[in-house]
């Protein structure tokens, strides 16, 4: 099994709906993320949680709302999706080591198309 | 803010031939330096890191990369692509002490003609 899993993996949805994407993950990271993945721009973060009761907003979060439920578990929420928000989304974790410093663990990540 | 350009969006090589794949950063400091490679419909997968010491990163899959203080550039090889390596490739930048956000590149989409 997956590390870091979201789901759903793809999702078509009309405007105006709300949609939640869901990420859970086995790797005891108390560190999430949420990013964006839009052909050209590379990744951009949309929100990302250090713990359960931290919470901060990344470059794009416009539109976008998050919620930590536990430790292992990171959703990210369009409240009323519009086409523009079509895109692969990735969730991500990380576990800075003494140098403050670490990689992200990526799940497959999340199509969504906005029609 | 920290910044990270790939300046390719699109390269094409030859089977066996040999792969450098640019990235250049804006960071006020030393900063932690990545690359991961996506594969059609999968996630990230780190290839190799910099954290600090030698310049020269050897990674996975028989990649290396080193950084240039003086150019801002961490920049991708491999000496013998394979078919397998086609694929899109992120470089990626972390600013120490800022909590491990990453800053990504914009990507290159590696071609790999038989």
């Known amino acids: 099994d997956a590390d870091v899993t979201q789901t759903p993996r793809n999702r078509i949805t009309k405007t105006g709906k709300r949609i939640m994407l869901e990420c859970s993950q086995t790797k005891g990271h108390d560190r999430m993320y949420w990013y964006r993945q839009d052909p050209g721009l590379g990744l951009r973060l949309i929100y990302y949680s250090f713990d359960v009761k931290d919470i901060n907003k990344g470059e794009i979060s416009d539109g976008y709302s998050v919620s930590r439920q536990a430790q292992a578990k990171f959703s990210l929420s369009l409240e009323s999706a519009i086409p523009n928000q079509t895109a692969l989304y990735f969730c991500?974790?990380?576990?800075?080591?003494?140098?403050?410093?670490?990689?992200?663990?990526f799940g497959q990540g999340t199509r969504l198309t906005v029609v | 803010a920290q910044s990270v350009t790939q300046p390719d969006i699109h390269i094409t090589v030859s089977e066996g031939a040999s792969l450098e794949l640019r990235c250049n950063y804006s960071?006020?400091?030393?900063?932690?330096l990545f690359w991961y490679v996506q594969s059609p419909g999968q996630g990230l997968q780190l290839l190799l890191k910099?954290?600090?010491?030698?310049?020269l990163v050897q990674g996975i899959k028989g990649f290396e990369a080193e950084f240039k203080r003086s150019q801002s550039s961490f920049n991708l090889r491999k000496p013998s692509v394979h078919w397998s390596d086609a694929a899109e490739y992120f470089c990626a930048v972390g600013a120490r002490g800022a909590g491990n956000m990453l800053t990504f590149g914009g990507g290159t989409r590696l071609m790999v003609k038989p």
């Open positions: 910099y954290f600090s010491g030698d310049t």
């Open positions: 991500a974790t990380s576990d800075p080591s003494g140098t403050g410093a670490a990689e992200a663990f």
């Open positions: 960071y006020g400091a030393t900063p932690y």
